[in-house]
Each structure stands twice: as C-alpha cells, then as structure tokens.
C-alpha cells in the first residue's frame, strides 16, 4: 500500500512538474536577451555543409533561406533516426533475450522514445545546443524558445528560426533522435535484470548529465570540438556521433554491466538468444536507419551526404562480412548472429569518420571492427568475466573507439578539403600525427567522464531505490514481474 | 501383433512411408520428439558463447502390423532411414495385446 501511495505522490509531482514547466515557459522567455524582440531568422545562419551541424561555423553574408531540398532530406533523416530506435534497436535487442524478457527489452526502447523526447524539448536541446560557452549549453532554446516560430511585429507575421538552409525545427528533431537511442542502447548491458523504474531516471539522468555536455563539447564548438580556440590538442572530428553516441554509451554500458552485476546463472544457464529472426531483421532496420543517422548528419542535401551515405553503407558490408569470415575460419560456421553484429559493429566504426573518408578506406575501417569487435565480444568479455548481456559495450564502445582512432587516420581532405584549407589531415595522407593524437585525447576525456559520471548515478541511483529486480523476479522474468504482460500467449 | 516404434531422422520419414506402403504396410503415426542417443547433442555458439544442447529434435514412427509383418517392416525401415552416419535413429518392437477399430468395433489383426 504505502508503495502504491508513493508512487501516486511521485505521478502527482511529475505531472505538476510538467505543468509548472509549461507555465514558466514565458517568464524563461523573458529572461533569456534578445528571445523574443529579434527576427530569429538572420540569428543563426549557419552552414552545416563543412562537417557536422555545429562543429565548423563558417559565416554567411546572406540568410540561405530554407532549401526543401536540405529540408526534406533531414526530415526524412530524422525519421530513419527514429526508426533505428523501435523497431530497429527494439527488434535487435529483443531476439537476443529469453523469451520471459522479451517485452521488458522492447518496453525500455519504446519507452524511452517517449521518455528522451519531453526531456529533449525541455531542457535537453538547450544544454546540448544553446550559446557559445565551451564547457556547457546555455538557456537559448529552453522550452523550446527560439526553435519555435515567434511573432514578428515589423513583418506582422510569425517567423520560424532557421539553421543554415533548415528549420532550427528540423535540426532539433533530427538531434533529438539521437538523444533517443544513445540511452537505449546502454540498455543492451542490463538487459534482463533492471528495474524499469531505475533505467528510466538513470536514462534521464544520464541523457541530461553525461549526452548533454558531451554532444556539446563535441558539436557546439565546445572543448572536444575540431578547431575551436578552447579545444583539447586540437579537438576531434565526429561527425554522427562516435564519441558523444557510441563511445559515451558503450562505456556507460561497461560500467553498467559490472555495478547491476552478471545475471543469474549466467555462465551455467542456458541464455541463449530467443529468436534470431528478430535479431537478424533488427540488424537489418538499424542499417537502413543508419543512412539517416549518418547521412543526416551533412546537415543538408549535398555531396557530403552522399559521401556519408556511400561509407556508411561500405563499412556496413565489410564489417558483416568479417565477422562472419572470423566464425567461419575460427569455429567452422558462419553465424547469422555473427553477420548481423558485424554489420553493426562495421556501422558504429564508420559513425565518427562518415564525412571524413572515402570509400576504400571506409571497406579497411569495417572489416577491422568486425575483427576487433568479434574479440571483444567472443573473447575479452568471456576472459573477463562481465556479463554486458547484449554486447552494448563489445560493439558500441569498442566500435566507436576504434572508429574515433582511424577517423584520425584516414581522414581525407578529399572529402573536407574547407576543413584545413586543402592541406592533408589524416595520417594516412601525410597530415601527421596531430588529428590522431586530437582524436585520442577526446576518446580518454569521453572515457574519462562518463565512467565517473555513470557510477556517481548508478551508486546514487541504487541507494535511493535500488538498481535490480528481486531474484523471484528475475526468474519470473521481466515482463511478467515488471510489466505484468507476457509476450508469447500461443493458445 | 507387434508395435514397431522407430526414432527416425527428420528428412527420412517420406522414404520410409513411401517403401512401407509399397510393401503394403499401411497405416503409421508420426510424432515430433527429441533426444539423444550415442549422438549426445550438439553446441551452438553465440557471440563466442558456447551452449551444449543435450536434445536433438527427431521423428518418431508407431506402426502396429501382424507378427508376420514385422520383420518386413523392419527391414524396410533399416534399408530406407539408413545413412550409416551416427543419429539414425532406433527401432523398439513391443508385443500388442489387443487394438480395437472405433468405427466398427472389429478387434486384433482385423482392426490394423
């Protein structure tokens, strides 16, 4: 009973919460300069062609208005984006769980859909997006105040704000879905043994707290950002997200991992996946989904696109195909699941370098992370012993990291020639160390913060109201114990 | 009357069928089982991890025929479910007291 009461005052002062928040939304507006008395529209004329949205700002003498070009691709993008998450990530994760804890796996990616989206337009754009400062986002879009139209007195008409040749709208959303899957793929790590209600405030804990300075130290000229005065040894290049997506997650994931603790059972009970139909079909999803995530990622409608877009699709192929050859000549047969994840893993590693690299590279780039990813996974967890139930760490932490290093390496100024002005920049082509030793540097820094930043909230976390199932519910399993639905009824 | 209950390998059940009405054995009841036998298994992998699955999955036939019968139907079995390699499988014979056609009532070898 006094369960079920707490949980009633907790709905209460949400839903208040909620409300309070809509109601201050004008006196923020107020208090943020300049928010509401200028045309928005000439504020933020910011070319995103140069790499990614964010990250190298090269000022206009005109507003480019919007192109429907640039704006129908980055809203189909962000709906790729989305798609990655459920079915995409929903449909992988689930196939690899027991049966018991199918629903549990595709609740927390379809929650947290609906979940990241409010933070986001509350507070989590603003903080990853908002003013100049360096080291954290300021108050400009909180509410979303200067992403949505404002009335403009001199035009006498409403004024939508733009970014570049897009809608600040379009760009937001498109951000916003990254926001989305970076916290549902920590969940890969927990599978099985979370409580429902932990995942979700560690989710936006960990999305206000960890995605938000990291995305904005990365991609709104802050300390992690490729040629901005303020950078850590010159800043690195990510161009969708392998440090402030797969890095961040992938480590978090680890550390996850090891603080819940290994399942029960694990290691003498058979967990085997449930269906790899679901898998193999998520797999699948999350590759199409990965045009929009990194493709998007141009800002626009452009070559750079297509050059994202061409890699992407490269690195995909050469990672399934060298996960699957590792099985094939180390064990004798080629997997399904073994193919599905190097595809993954090939996608992950080509995530930061996307706008970077060209395409022979971007096949060299794919069929390491299928190698070095199938040892994370086969070998280095089983010799150490933790149980990352999905591989959230093999794959995506260790992708991204290898991915963020050869970004270094194979970074062509055939494709961001404006970036240094035609001179080499990658290692491969002669432009030196210095980019490797940039991209290192945010890898330790990434590394670095979230693992701090995830055990102070898992710790702060379980000891408020705890982080795992009792072991009956475990058991049971998760979508009877957690969700009191079953995700099979053949009768 | 015997009961011939034989443990088959899956893709062999048509052969089987096929020969024994050829030799004018009719009448048969397939099961979906699983087992094991001096086959002992196999292991899957995941990812690297390694689970042995003790049950292989096999059909299993019941045919009741005349004691006159039964050594037809077990050379017919023996001939066609036959791959010389290990998990083809068992015959079991088991003698029958009685068996009992519901539509007519007839009873013993009547009734097959």
């Known amino acids: 009973m006094r369960t079920y009461f707490l949980r009633g005052r907790l709905a209460c002062a949400l839903i208040a919460t909620l409300v309070g928040l809509l109601l201050c939304q004008p006196l923020a507006a107020q208090l943020i300069p300049e928010a509401d008395d200028e045309p928005v529209a000439a504020e933020r004329n910011v070319p995103v062609e140069a790499g990614n949205a964010g990250e190298v700002e090269i000022p206009e003498e005109e507003a480019p208005g919007l192109d429907s070009g640039d704006n129908a691709w980055m809203l189909t993008s962000s709906a790729l984006v989305l798609f990655m998450t459920a079915p995409g990530l929903a449909m992988f994760y689930s196939g690899l769980v027991r049966k018991k804890n199918v629903l549990g796996v595709m609740m927390q990616c379809l929650f947290l859909m609906g979940l990241m989206t409010i933070v986001w337009s509350l507070w989590g754009y603003t903080l990853c997006f908002g003013g100049s400062n360096p080291y954290v986002g300021d108050l400009e879009f909180l509410f979303m105040n200067n992403v949505q139209p404002a009335w403009d007195a001199e035009l006498g008409e409403p004024v939508t704000p733009m970014h570049g040749t897009i809608p600040e709208y379009t760009f937001m959303i498109f951000q916003g ?8 793929l920590i969940c890969g790590a927990f599978a099985e043994r979370m409580k429902f209600s932990a995942m979700a405030v560690f989710s936006v804990l960990w999305g206000t707290l960890v995605y938000c300075p990291l995305c904005h130290w990365v991609w709104d000229g802050g300390i992690l950002a490729y040629g901005e005065a303020d950078a ?40 085997r ?11 699948a999803m999350l590759w199409v989904g990965w045009f929009g995530f990194n493709a998007g990622s141009a800002g626009a409608a452009n070559g750079l696109a297509s050059n994202a877009f061409a890699v992407t699709h490269f690195s995909a192929a050469a990672g399934a195909v060298a996960w699957a050859m590792m099985e094939w000549i180390l064990r004798g047969k080629p997997s399904v699941l073994g193919c599905a994840s190097g595809a993954v893993a090939g996608l992950v590693c080509i995530t930061p370098a996307a706008g970077f690299v060209l395409p022979m590279p971007a096949l060299v780039m794919g069929a390491s992370a299928g190698i070095v ?6 070998v280095m967890k089983q010799s150490m012993g933790y149980d990352d139930s999905l ?17 270094g390496v194979f970074a062509s100024r055939h494709v ?27 890898v330790l820094v990434t590394i670095a913060f979230s693992v701090v930043a995830t055990v ?6 379980d000891v408020v109201i705890g982080l795992r199932v009792t072991q009956e519910s475990e058991i049971r399993g998760l979508d009877i114990s957690e969700h009191g639905e079953e995700g099979y009824i053949f009768s | 009357m015997k009961k011939v209950e034989a443990v ?7 052969d089987v069928k096929n020969a024994l009405s050829e030799q004018g054995v009719f009448g048969m009841t397939v099961i979906e089982v699983s087992g094991y036998g001096r086959q002992k298994g196999h292991t899957e992998t995941y990812r690297g991890t390694e689970y042995a699955v003790d049950f292989v999955p096999k059909k299993k036939i019941e045919i009741v025929c005349s004691d006159g019968n039964l050594q037809k139907v077990i050379d017919t079995i023996l001939r066609t479910a036959q791959t010389g390699q290990i998990g083809d499988g068992k015959i079991f014979v088991t003698n029958l007291e009685d068996s009992i056609r519901i539509r007519t009532g007839e009873t013993g070898e009547d009734a097959i």
């Open chain 1, 391 to 407: 591989d959230a760490f093999g794959v995506h932490g260790v992708g991204g990291t290898l991915g963020a290093v050869l970004t």
């Open chain 1, 232 to 271: 850590l040894a010159g800043g690195a290049l990510d161009f969708a997200g392998g440090t402030v997506v797969h890095i961040s997650s992938g480590i978090s994931a680890l550390v996850c991992a090891i603080f819940v603790g290994k399942r029960l059972g694990f290691g003498h009970d058979d967990m």
């Open chain 2, 8 to 14: 088959i390998r899956h893709f062999k059940l048509d």
């Open chain 1, 416 to 442: 961001c020639g404006d970036l240094t002005g035609g001179e080499p920049i990658g290692l491969y082509e002669g432009g030196g160390v210095s980019l490797v030793i940039g991209q290192i540097v945010a």
């Open chain 1, 177 to 184: 879905m990254f926001f989305i899957i970076t916290p549902a």
């Open chain 1, 456 to 461: 102070i909230l898992l710790k702060l976390i």
């Open chain 1, 373 to 378: 990813c199938y040892y994370a996974c086969a």
């Open chain 1, 273 to 283: 996946p449930h269906s790899l139909t679901y898998t193999t079909l998520g797999a």
